[in-house]
């Protein structure tokens, strides 16, 4: 299968092979570099444990999605109509029928703003809260929290399973979406690959390599073992015998536990189906599997879903063919939906905060292809749970969806807030490898504080 590709010509690739197994020891290795991580304790009390967060690469027509206007002229207002929701007075896209009725338990910033309308940039800056710069490369919003939470190795519930990877892409990853910047390379995510939603998915390189047994593989975690002890044979405090790094990549890849945690043949065929088993790149079955993840003590995983740069005919976002209830919005009306009432079934939504959102918008008049061009001066981002007040539409745009009308806020204003839902100041400073202090969120962010509860 062809991967998506933007108008920018850049394939959706992964850009990091995991798992593999080297010659004296285990490719995942690196992520658990973690455990020596630097970085004080921060000082906020986490109201969101987790955060799944559901890229739309492309950049989302906010127009076809949160903030329609049926009240403009057609070619403002487009193709598609528009439903109420279960908020008075709030529609939304016609294609969100099953996310209209659950609208009481997420908000909707409808006045998203920022300057950058080409698809790195603009990624780079709702991913870092940061304006890119050719002076540094800031970390994602999941290497962060990879890098912060590095020192607790397990929940205050003790729930957590040790052996999985702290943050987590589905199916992959790029630099843009969930690149870790200036932070070690550990905190990069581990991009599970594959297509969830196919039959036979399984998580690449989590199996042994032709020919590599358990056997095999012990006898290098002891090779290793052994060269690190004789590195350290005149050390003062050669106590530690093992790489931790090692150990922790050698539980997961033999972990029974940790790899179950990635099958989604062990949920009910009634929950797959409500999240969607088709649909284009397989949103639905990513989302559970995110689920999963989060529910196993994972803080971040990321739901890559590709192919919403809609130059040409936006209508098929909601068909790409007669009878067709498997285009984007379709599926991810379904995913999102089922995403957040299994949350609120399984109690974890109050603990488990969900964003949607993508690079910009799209531009207020359809285009002589039936499309809509980049458009980053005002688009929308949806939250739910993990601290997030429901119920509720934070800030608005123009007649025509072109500007903030009210309330403008911006990707550093959003990080700011992101960051304080999952317990980390806003203000907490990280380091570059040559020391030099980074707050999370840049100066002058501020937190949005009609999200929370």
Known sequence: ?????????????????????????????????LQRAFGAPHPYTAKAKSCILIWLDGGPSHLETFDPKPDAPQEVRGPLKTIPTNLTGVRISECLERTAGIM????????????????????????????????LTYPTFGATVAHVRSQSS??????????????????NFTREVSGNGYLPSATRPFAVGGDPKRPDFKVRDLDFYEGVDLQRVSRRRQFVNALNAFSRAKDADASTVSDPELERAYNLITSPEAKAAFTLSEEPQEVRQRYGTDGVNGIGQ???????LVERGVPFVTVNHTGWDTHQDIFTLKERYPTDRNAHLPSLDRALSALIQDLT???????????VMGEFGRTPKINSQGGRDHWP???????????????????????LGEFPKERPVTPSDLSATIYTLLGIDPSFELHTSDGRPVRVAPDGARVVSELMA
């Not at 991967?3 to 394939?11: L, Q, S, T």
């Not at 397990?154 to 990877?165: D, E, R, Y």
């Not at 990513?286 to 999963?292: H, N």
């Open 154 to 171: 397990q929940n205050a519930s003790g729930g957590t399973l040790t052996a999985l990877p702290p943050n987590i892409a589905v199916p």
């Open 1 to 33: 299968m062809h991967a998506v590709k933007r108008c920018d010509g850049m394939n959706r690739r992964d850009f990091l092979r995991i798992g593999g197994l080297t010659a004296l020891g285990l490719g995942l290795g690196d992520f658990f570099h």
């Open 104 to 135: 009481d338990k997420i908000a909707i910033i409808r006045s998203m703003t920022s300057p950058l309308g080409e698809h790195s940039l603009g990624t780079q800056y709702l991913m870092t809260g940061y304006k890119p710069t050719p002076a």
């Open 345 to 355: 079934d399984r109690r974890m939504l109050d603990e488990t905060l969900v964003v």
């Open 286 to 292: 990513s989302c559970l599997l995110a689920r999963r």
């Open 377 to 399: 001066n005002v688009f929308s981002v949806m939250l739910a749970g993990g601290g997030v007040q429901g119920g509720q539409i934070v800030g608005s745009s123009d007649a």
